[in-house]
């Protein structure tokens, strides 16, 4: 009897997948897109940018201990952090675009799981040869050749990985400086925690994991549907031009019959091991590779090419019934992607242009709320946190709004004065714990607003912070 869907095992085992070297321009773009992103990912940390004295010198680093973000001119705080949620927003838009216009082409070519597997899979091939020779080895006897070559290969997979796992610590850490440390054995155990769990999880993901992340482990392939539509690009398989599919021997006709002559190349080359004659499938990442495949059987065969090719779903409906469909990058969709892209951008651009290099933050203590002294005035206890994002001393001068003849003093002092006078250190947050002492005459109510305002040595404001005075009221 039939137990329904139940009866589907929950569990199979991995196909192995041995894909073949192939040849051709999408091979090309992937090369070409593998070298940069490499170069950008190891040489980057080493990139020089001059910030001045006191400052780092590396044009990109994150610096945990202090706080900082840089990335070449600019300069996050901790305090700034929607910059970085700003920053990841316009990726996950581009993304979006992207998607919507090419089809999955960021997993085929630009993902760091496409990148490195990519890396890992031409090494292999360069150590154990193409697909016949390693499926041939793969289920032959072990012998002492193959047990040399996989050793050679897995210690070039891990050599790889760690210098993955070195680099990834360059971010964070000045890079010339943790490389000594790193060889010298004198780096922090954070250092090595870091490069060890890198260096895992490349080994695991691009050596052994491989198509399996994309398919089952990462969620993007299950959202993306939602980025496209039939005017999306997708690599698809003209069937309204291959069927009815058979073998060819030179010399025969070809008519009554379909372009593809089952030769199973566009499978063979497929780095996830799917076969695109059946559909479009989550397994597909859209590299290509199948098309350059089947371009090569095509000129061999003498027919036309791009029987596999990058199109849409309502180009090839159309093609199908013998009707041509022009591509239509402008759609709403298309249209809102670029629109929020370019108010999201606008919004990141405005928000550093005008980022204050100072900035005031207002506590009001709590414990107690007010207190009342001996001569009958109200104190108030407040933290103050000054934000000097330049490289200088900041001279400033705080007063206060809202309470007339009010005294301002640094916590422990019985300062007088209306004003007060701080010294912000370079690059730094400065903590102070001020008193406000007002007459009871002057409040309104339990809680008077109050405004502090701090200017600089030129009498400038730099910033201002509104608060309220408590009081014990009427
Ligand atoms: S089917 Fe073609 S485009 Fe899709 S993953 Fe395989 S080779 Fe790449
Ligand atoms: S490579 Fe082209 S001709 Fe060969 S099986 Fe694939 S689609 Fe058919």
Redesign the pocket.
Known sequence: MDAGPLSTPLYADRVRVYPRRVRGPYRQIKWALLGICLAVYYLLPWLRWDRGPNAPGQALLIDMEAGRAYFFMIEIWPQEVYLLTGLLVLGAVTLFLVTSILGRVWCGYACPQTVWTDLFMAVERLIEGDRNARMKRDQGPTTLLTVGLKTAKHGVWLLIAAATGGAWVLYFNDAPTVTREIFTGQSTLSVYFFIGLFTATTYLLAGWAREQVCTYMCPWPRFQAAMQDEHSLAVT?RAWR?EE?GKHKQGDSWEGRG?????????AVCPTGID??DGQQLECINCGL?ID??NE??RKVDRPLN??AFATLSGETARAQGKEAPYRLIRPRTIIYALVLLIASAAMLAALLLRPATELHVLKDRMPIFVMLSDGDVRNGYTLKILNKMRGENALRLTLEGLPGATIAVAGTTGTAAALDLEAKPDAVATFQIHVRAERGVLHGKETPIVFRLKDGGGNEVAKRETVFAGPGQ
């Open positions: 398989y291959g599919r372009d593809c002559v089952d030769c199973r190349a566009c499978v695109i004659r199948c495949a089947c059987v095509m029987l596999i």
